[in-house]
């Protein structure tokens, strides 16, 4: 979701999580315009450094479009935006898409969506395992504390 954070620091933002290894954390975001997509930026939490990240883009019925390396990357950056490249660029039409984050381990943190704040977007999570991005079943609520605070690019 866009979040204007202005002059609030990243340490602030969301909630700072604990991941469930191999869950894949679901956040709404909509495009507005024809663009090539080369990957999603995602806000670290105060721990980086141990585990790996995977991000996805999933289209409005959950199908995956595009990933990074399945391998993983490691957390760099406590409080601070990381970006991680797709494989391969992907051209999005407007529209709505989900952002996808998995995760290795459960020692580093990410940045979540928290509760009553003024985002108004549709997150979820689904168990799964380290490396495998299966298309998934796209969220119809809000989840406080479960969509990662991210973006496209």
Same mark, same amino acid.
């Given at each position: ?53 995977? #991000? $996805? ?5 959950? @199908? !995956?479009?595009?990933? %990074? =390396?399945? &391998?993983?990357? *490691? ?37 979540? #969506? $928290? ?5 108004? @977007? !549709?997150?979820?999570? %689904? =168990?799964? &395992?380290?490396? *495998? ?21």
């Amino acid at each position: 979701p866009v979040i204007p954070v202005g002059d609030v620091a990243y340490a602030s933002v969301g909630t700072n999580t604990v991941p469930v290894a191999g869950t894949v954390y679901l956040a709404e975001v909509r495009v507005s315009a024809v663009k090539s997509l080369t990957g999603v930026g995602v806000l670290n939490g105060g721990t980086v450094g141990t585990d790996k990240h995977i #991000v $996805a883009l999933f289209d409005s019925d959950g @199908t !995956l479009l595009a990933n %990074s =390396a399945l &391998a993983g990357t *490691t957390t760099s950056g406590a409080n601070a935006f990381q970006d991680l490249v797709f494989t391969a660029a992907y051209t999005v039409v407007p529209g709505r898409y989900w952002i996808g984050l998995q995760m290795n381990g459960t020692t580093d943190r990410f940045r979540t #969506v $928290a509760a009553s704040t003024y985002v108004d @977007t !549709l997150t979820k999570s %689904s =168990a799964g &395992a380290f490396g *495998t991005v299966p298309n998934q079943t796209v969220p119809t609520t809000f989840i406080a504390d479960v969509g990662p605070v991210a973006y496209v690019y």
